[in-house]
């Protein structure tokens, strides 16, 4: 399995990557970009604190996009805490 690094939207202007809670979306961009450097196979979990977080998981796909993170390699953490694929996301949300 692949290395995992957390995304978790705190709210829909905040997200905490390795432990720094970053606002602007160039330090989220940094950050991931980091990440990227370090293992390019690396798999963005996207763990929102709540689902009503819309604009924050936007900024994290949005950047996460921006700066080169393969779709296959996106993952989101549901209420539950199972980590899922979007694909797998999709086919149980109508």
């Known amino acids: 399995m692949h290395n995992q690094i957390k995304a978790v939207i705190l709210d829909d202007e905040t997200v905490l990557i390795e432990g720094?809670?970053?606002?602007?979306?160039?330090?989220?961009?940094?950050?991931?970009?980091?990440?990227?450097?370090?293992?390019?196979d690396v798999v963005l979990v996207i763990a929102p604190v709540s689902i009503s977080f819309y604009k924050g998981i936007g900024k994290v796909l949005y950047t996460s996009q921006r700066v080169g993170v393969p779709v296959e390699s996106l993952r989101y953490m549901t209420e539950e805490g199972k980590v899922v694929t979007f694909d797998e996301l999709q086919a149980h949300v109508p």
């Open 20 to 40: 720094r809670k970053l606002v602007e979306k160039e330090d989220i961009a940094e950050a991931i970009r980091a990440v990227l450097q370090r293992d390019p």
